[in-house]
């Protein structure tokens, strides 16, 4: 055994002693651990308070919105064209999913969709807030419904919303000019007109709809529902009405677009009718169609690919987006062009059926022999419009037909207006750095080569040329119907030559005017005269390739040339102007007959409304005593009510600027020597 002191001091129990510096070290973490969770509760009880309460009524509240209707479309007298139909949507609460592979499945089947198409919808919305519901499937059917109904325990994010879809009128009726509605896209989302709308959001996507989309669109409203743990709904707290958008009255005339319908079934191209005095648009059709109805709930890839390759162009408004060569439409404005310069009228020369200018042949449809500028318009012939043009020069033409709005957007209050095109030697040189030789003038002065022009701009000048220069801002919606604080705006939205007056001489625009009511009396149009109605206008035959190229091409009805017409009625400040391009429709004077339907539609309708208004306004009759023995030569009441109906009659054929009454048109054969250009 050792002793004591051989033992060593670490075998014996020892006190461990911490150094103060570690002790302060410990007690510092500590209290700052300390004032740390008591800042935390000081922020969630007392701070965040409010913001934390909210959260908690959101998992108790539910905020379902109300959306609201589109305003309706009305025509000129009120009568509905575009309307609204209940529906039933359904949404997805995606704070309300569990299993989301399972539930998706299961969603997509009771939903007729594929999962596929659930996820693609989920990832559409991923960076939206979760809270929102997004739209799953719009216009849901019955069966449907009874699924979601019955599966609530195991669906609770699958949400039930009543909404108002649109419903336009069946055949892609007025389709181009009202255009349709659909889901706000990624890429308009991105556009800054777009910045207060959100995902899933309804708007305007052509025509009237775009345009005018901010009106028509209203206010959402929305619904606080109180909902338990599983998101089923317990109770209501409150809702704010949804504002329902505003409803809109075109300048459109109902009879008039059902006329101009009928009149361009089967063809392709274009046909509008406006009111040369105001500038607004009776009428407007485009061919062919597509169907909007098949855009207001859901597209299908299918009926999307049929249209966006078909070769004719269905979605294109054709009345204001087809940019070709007006053809002999344009002589209108050069005659106004070589009187206002002095030429036209000393201009003389032997169309014997083509000449020949910088060495080469230029044709013509007819011999049509010695002509001056009195027999050009109604016998168009092109040998006297090429001697015009090359006298002219392309500058002076290019300055006449700007006048009158050629290479220019029109200012329509309507989406993606073309401005076409008028070609000038600046405009060569800013385009292809190249001078503009004289030969390429000719054409021109036909409406052929680089002149490119859209029905509505063919109308518009026509009209103004024929109203003695003035020339009217076109439009679809009555001024009066958009907001006062709005409407600079909305003009300012629609960039173009607006409302312009251009000087005419009073005998330019007599000559140009007698012209174009030749046309249809004993020119190329004289198919299309309208007995008792005073019928002008313009035939324009526009090739499609140079005779060459259609020599050796071999035919086809791709080949045949454009058919354009532009009518008046009556010749002089005219109450109506119809443009109509017909797509590979051959001679002018075919399409010469379907503005010819249309005019006689609008002049019937005006003077049945005069004849109504008479009847109206005629005193009654004083009621004829009745003697005790009538004699064979007393006169009844009746007889006199019939003989005031006669004298009512009579007299609606003094409508104004169209003459008599008008019976069913007559249309007598015409020549081959009328050919139509």
């Avoid at 344009?330 to 000393?346: H, R």
């Avoid at 119907?481 to 003009?491: G, H, K, N, T, W």
């Avoid at 003077?607 to 004083?622: D, F, H, M, V, Y």
């Amino acid at each position: 055994m050792l002793p004591t002191e051989q033992i060593p001091a670490s075998a014996g129990t020892r006190e461990e002693k911490i150094s103060p510096v570690k002790l302060a070290a410990v007690q510092y973490v500590i209290a700052a651990v300390v004032l740390i969770l008591l800042a935390g509760l000081w922020r969630l009880q007392v701070l965040n308070a409010s913001d934390f309460r909210m959260l908690a009524e959101a998992n108790r509240i539910r905020k379902v919105p109300i959306l609201a209707p589109r305003g309706k479309l009305l025509d000129r007298e009120g009568r509905l064209l575009v309307d609204n139909y209940s529906s039933v949507a359904c949404y997805l609460l995606r704070e309300q999913m569990h299993d989301a592979d399972a539930e998706v499945r299961m969603i997509a089947d009771g939903l007729h969709l594929t999962p596929d198409q659930v996820q693609e919808t989920i990832r559409h919305y991923q960076y939206a807030p979760k809270y929102e519901p997004i739209p799953l499937k719009a216009d849901i059917s019955p069966d449907e419904q009874a699924f979601i109904e019955a599966h609530r325990n195991e669906l609770p994010e699958l949400e039930l919303l009543e909404e108002q879809r649109r419903l336009y009128p069946r055949d892609g009726f007025a389709a181009h000019l009202i255009g349709y509605v659909g889901e706000i896209s990624e890429q308009d989302l991105n556009n800054s007109k777009y910045a207060f709308y959100e995902p899933g959001d309804v708007v305007g996507k052509s025509g009237v709809e775009q345009a005018y989309d901010s009106l028509l669109r209203g206010e959402d409203g929305s619904r606080d529902l109180i909902v338990n743990s599983h998101g089923r709904e317990i109770g209501k707290l409150g809702e704010e009405l949804a504002k329902p958008g505003e409803d809109l009255k075109l300048t459109i005339d109902l009879d008039l677009q059902m006329a101009a319908e009928k009149a361009m079934e089967g063809k392709n191209g274009a046909l509008v009718a406006l009111d040369p005095h105001t500038g607004e648009v009776l009428a407007m059709v485009s061919r062919p169609v597509f169907d909007p109805n098949q855009f207001a709930v859901r597209l299908t890839r299918t009926y999307w690919n049929s249209i966006i390759t078909d070769p004719e162009h269905p979605l294109l408004n054709k009345a204001i987006q087809a940019q070709v060569a007006p053809g002999s439409t344009f002589k209108i404005i050069m005659s106004v062009a070589g009187l206002e310069e002095g030429i036209a009228e000393t201009e003389h020369v032997v169309c014997s059926g083509g000449a020949e200018f910088y060495g080469h042949y230029y044709h013509c449809d007819a011999h049509h022999g010695n002509v001056t500028i009195n027999n050009a318009i109604p016998m168009s012939c092109d040998v006297f419009y090429y001697v015009l043009a090359q006298r002219l020069g392309i500058d002076a033409i290019a300055k006449y037909a700007t006048s009158f709005g050629l290479g220019q957007k029109t200012g329509i209050d309507l989406p993606e207006e073309a401005a076409g095109t008028m070609p000038s030697s600046q405009w060569k040189l800013k385009n292809y750095h190249q001078q503009w030789y004289a030969g390429e003038t000719i054409s021109v002065g036909i409406g052929q080569g680089a002149i490119a022009a859209t029905p509505l701009q063919m109308v518009r000048a026509l009209g103004g040329i024929a109203s003695g220069g003035a020339l009217k801002r076109p439009h679809v919606v009555f001024p009066e119907e958009i907001p006062a604080d709005q409407r600079e705006a909305f003009a300012e939205s629609f960039p173009g030559s607006g409302n312009k007056n251009v000087p005419i001489h009073s005998n330019v625009w007599q000559t140009v005017t007698e012209g174009m009511a030749a046309v249809t009396t004993s020119g190329t149009a004289a198919i299309t005269h309208l007995e008792g109605i005073d019928f002008a206008g313009k035939t324009g035959t526009a090739q499609v390739m140079s005779h060459d190229a259609l020599a050796r091409n071999g035919g086809g009805k791709k080949t045949q040339p454009n058919s354009w017409f532009v009518g008046i009625a009556p010749r002089r400040n005219p109450d109506i102007a119809v443009a109509v391009l017909w797509e590979n429709g051959n001679w002018g004077w075919h399409s010469g007959q379907v503005a010819a339907q249309v005019v006689n539609a609008f002049v019937e309708k005006q003077r049945a409304r005069s004849k109504n208004l008479l009847i109206a306004q005629a005193p009654a009759p004083a009621a004829a005593p009745v003697p005790a023995q009538p004699t064979p030569n007393a006169v009844q009441q009746g007889d006199t009510v019939d003989k005031q109906d006669q004298n009512a009659d009579g007299e609606t054929g003094q409508v104004e600027h169209t003459g008599v009454a008008a019976p069913k048109p007559v249309r007598p054969k015409v020549s081959s020597a009328n050919g139509g250009t």
